[in-house]
T-cell receptor, first 113, second 113 residues
Framework: ETGVTQTPRHLVMGMTNKKSLKCEQHLGHNAMYWYKQSAKKPLELMFVYSLEERVENNSVPSRFSPECPNSSHLFLHLHTLQPEDSALYLC????????????FGNGTRLTVT | AQSVTQLGSHVSVSEGALVLLRCNYSSSVPPYLFWYVQYPNQGLQLLLKYTSAATLVKGINGFEAEFKKSETSFHLTKPSAHMRDAAEYFCAVSGVNFNKFYFGSGTKLNVKP
């Protein structure tokens, strides 16, 4: 496989459930990102990991918990979410320089009921 | 401060017509600029990037963009629209910190037959 792979593609969960989103990159990149894309809102940066160390946490509620066990894998653990958390969650990776573009996965469409 | 403004949340053109999507940026350092495209139910895909080598940048699918420092603009153009170009387009500028990218709100391009 090449590129950035996200699983699952779709997820429906109740407000009391616990679930995890998974992201894997096969590009040899050093940095990985979680973005949230909601309808009619700009792309929101949630977390950034560089060389497996979290370097950015954009005031995200604690019901979202990231994990980066190695430079190829990134998880987003979800618990007690709210309906307003329904969105497309995008994972991305980059080589880590200012001129290095982001490479995105196809996202996980999350619906919280 | 870094920011991006995309004028026009929706643009509609006829097939074969010129495509012009506008992007203006603000940057406190020499900017690196990117255009991404997002097709339905997919992640963002890099169209092209400006990294100071040349002011006219050619990308994939026949798109190009011109960096104009005096106008702080990086507009995306394509001479002749195809139906397959219907998608949402995002302009982005890299932050002072290499971990951050600032995205515009996106422009949805509709191509009429």
């Amino acid at each position: 496989e090449t590129g950035v792979t996200q699983t699952p593609r779709h997820l429906v969960m109740g407000m009391t459930n616990k679930k995890s989103l998974k992201c894997e990159q096969h590009l040899g990149h050093n940095a990985m990102y979680w973005y949230k894309q909601s309808a009619k809102k700009p792309l929101e940066l949630m977390f950034v990991y560089s060389l497996e160390e979290r370097v950015e946490n954009n005031s995200v509620p604690s019901r979202f918990s990231p994990e980066c066990p190695n430079s190829s894998h990134l998880f987003l653990h979800l618990h007690t979410l709210q309906p307003e958390d329904s969105a497309l969650y995008l994972c991305a990776s980059s080589e880590g320089g200012r001129n290095s573009p982001l490479h995105f996965g196809n996202g996980t469409r999350l619906t919280v009921t | 401060a870094q920011s991006v403004t995309q004028l026009g949340s929706h643009v509609s053109v006829s097939e074969g017509a010129l495509v012009l999507l506008r992007c203006n940026y603000s940057s406190s350092v020499p900017p690196y600029l990117f255009w991404y495209v997002q097709y339905p139910n997919q992640g963002l895909q890099l169209l092209l990037k400006y990294t100071s080598a040349a002011t006219l940048v050619k990308g994939i699918n026949g798109f190009e963009a011109e960096f104009k420092k005096s106008e702080t603009s990086f507009h995306l153009t394509k001479p002749s629209a195809h139906m397959r170009d219907a998608a949402e387009y995002f302009c982005a500028v890299s932050g002072v910190n290499f971990n951050k990218f600032y995205f515009g709100s996106g422009t949805k391009l509709n191509v009429k037959p």
